[in-house]
């Protein structure tokens, strides 16, 4: 009984089978408009961000991109309109030098002639700038120093002889005239409104590699005692400046010229290896000197005849003295200070009631002085401070 029931079921469902197939063809043949169209999709699989595209060309999209078009998306930061604006006015200058060097002579030289000399030319490179279209040009008093021949490049490729109008030692400038028409003239900026961290692009010629363009940002203002001039107030940026570089163009962002640049810590010199420490002199300081050589050929600055060194709090709580400030180390003979009374030893407190930082403040404010003026000292002579007037004359050795 239950095996016949069983055989029933089985017929039963597939009798229904059979049925079902049979409704489902009739369906397809006469309603196709009925059936639902399905495909199967892949879900895309996100690439790691370390994953690099495909090799070989990007499938089309039916809109292809002109070469110069950007994804809207990416922002780009560039420089080219302040390079564009200030490159034209820095130059190549080329230098020639006759060179007397004393040759190491040989046993039979040295037997019978002595020891002999021997010229040779020595050539450099360095930069400088365009600062006004009566073609005068900027750049750094060591760059052209008893050159014989200067010669300068502009960046459109014409090229002329140069001749020095003045050079000022003393802030390692130097001021050169070249005669050609339609000069580029560099935009003076403001070094006084520099901040640290502030960007700045240096062009030049380094390495005989001509309108070179680096960058950095300021790292330092108003650098001293450097032993690089006498008088220092200097940039310091981690723009890449090199041999070639000197008298080049520091500018800003907009193109405009904030300082001269001058010297770079040389990285093969240090066995410590330092580099991205370059610096630059202040346009500021500049723009003083140049007009002075455009009005007389050299600059004047005032002079006292003091030599001296810093005397810091350190020493003075030493010696048991106050406070510290600057230590006579050395007088000139005849000069405005001997004849004023002042001595090896005193301590120099103030000028003109301005109190001083150290020996390179002292002694540029005195340099910013007049010839024939009558400046105050102050000074601190053992326990007893006293004032002391002493007459400026004409710094000697300008050039």
Same mark, same amino acid.
């Given at each position: 009984?239950?095996? !016949?029931?069983?055989?029933?079921?089985?017929?039963?469902?597939?009798?229904? +089978?059979?049925?079902?197939?049979?409704?489902?063809?009739?369906?397809?043949?006469?309603?196709? /408009?009925?059936?639902?169209?399905?495909?199967?999709?892949?879900?895309?699989? #996100?690439? &790691?961000?370390?994953?690099? &595209?495909?090799?070989?060309?990007?499938?089309?999209?039916?809109?292809?991109?002109? &070469?110069?078009?950007?994804?809207?998306?990416?922002?780009?930061?560039?420089?080219?309109?302040?390079?564009?604006?200030?490159?034209?006015?820095?130059?190549? %200058?080329?230098?020639?030098?006759?060179?007397?060097?004393? =040759?190491?002579?040989?046993?039979?030289?040295?037997?019978?002639?002595?020891?002999?000399?021997?010229?040779?030319?020595?050539?450099?490179?360095?930069?400088?700038?365009? +600062?006004?279209?009566?073609?005068?040009? =900027?750049?750094?008093?060591?760059?052209?120093?008893?050159?014989? %021949?200067?010669?300068?490049?502009?960046? /459109?490729?014409?090229?002329? /002889?140069?001749?020095?109008?003045g050079r000022d030692p003393d802030t390692d400038l130097a001021v050169l005239a070249i005669k050609l028409a339609n000069l580029p003239v560099m935009t003076l900026g403001r070094s006084d409104r520099l901040q640290v961290g502030d960007e700045v692009l240096a062009?030049?010629?380094?390495?005989?590699?001509?309108?070179?363009?680096?960058?950095?940002? =300021?790292?330092?203002? /108003?650098?001293?005692?450097?032993?690089?001039?006498?008088?220092?107030?200097?940039?310091?940026?981690?723009?890449?400046?090199n041999e070639g570089n000197s008298g080049g163009a520091l500018i800003d962002a907009a193109g405009e010229l904030v300082g001269i640049n001058t010297a770079v810590i040389a990285k093969n010199s240090d066995p410590s290896g330092v580099e991205g420490i370059g610096?630059?002199?202040?346009?500021?300081?500049?723009?003083?000197? +140049?007009?002075? %050589?455009?009005? !007389?050929?050299?600059?004047?600055?005032?002079?006292?005849?003091?030599?001296?060194?810093?005397? #810091?709090?350190?020493?003075?709580?030493?010696y048991r003295l106050p406070h510290g400030g600057v230590v006579i180390t050395g007088l000139y003979p005849n000069g405005p200070a001997a004849n004023a009374g002042l001595r090896v030893g005193d301590i120099l407190l103030a000028v003109n009631g301005r109190s001083?930082?150290?020996?390179?403040?002292?002694?540029?404010? =005195?340099?910013?002085?007049?010839?024939?003026?009558?400046?105050?000292?102050?000074?601190?002579?053992?326990?007893?401070?006293?004032?002391?007037?002493?007459?400026?004359?004409? !710094? &000697?050795?300008?050039?």
């Open positions: 009984m239950t095996l !016949r029931k069983l055989g029933l079921g089985l017929v039963f469902l597939a009798g229904a +089978i059979i049925g079902g197939l049979a409704l489902a063809f009739l369906v397809v043949y006469f309603r196709p /408009d009925l059936l639902v169209r399905t495909r199967t999709v892949t879900p895309p699989v #996100t690439a &790691p961000a370390t994953m690099l &595209p495909p090799a070989g060309p990007a499938p089309s999209t039916g809109a292809e991109a002109t &070469p110069d078009a950007r994804p809207a998306e990416v922002s780009m930061r560039s420089f080219a309109q302040a390079v564009q604006r200030a490159a034209p006015a820095v130059v190549n %200058i080329y230098t020639a030098r006759l060179v007397t060097e004393q =040759v190491q002579p040989n046993s039979f030289e040295q037997l019978f002639n002595g020891p002999r000399t021997e010229q040779h030319v020595q050539r450099a490179l360095g930069s400088g700038v365009i +600062i006004d279209d009566a073609g005068h040009i =900027v750049t750094n008093n060591h760059v052209i120093a008893n050159a014989a %021949i200067i010669k300068v490049r502009l960046a /459109d490729g014409r090229s002329a /002889d140069a001749r020095v109008v062009i030049g010629n380094p390495l005989g590699l001509q309108q070179s363009v680096t960058h950095g940002i =300021v790292s330092a203002t /108003d650098r001293k005692q450097l032993g690089l001039a006498t008088f220092e107030n200097f940039i310091q940026t981690d723009a890449a400046i610096f630059a002199i202040p346009v500021n300081l500049a723009r003083g000197v +140049i007009r002075e %050589i455009l009005e !007389r050929g050299h600059v004047v600055r005032g002079w006292s005849g003091i030599q001296a060194d810093d005397f #810091t709090d350190d020493l003075a709580a030493y001083l930082r150290n020996a390179q403040d002292g002694l540029t404010q =005195v340099a910013s002085e007049k010839p024939g003026v009558t400046v105050k000292l102050r000074i601190q002579r053992g326990a007893e401070v006293r004032e002391v007037e002493c007459k400026v004359v004409q !710094r &000697p050795n300008q050039v």
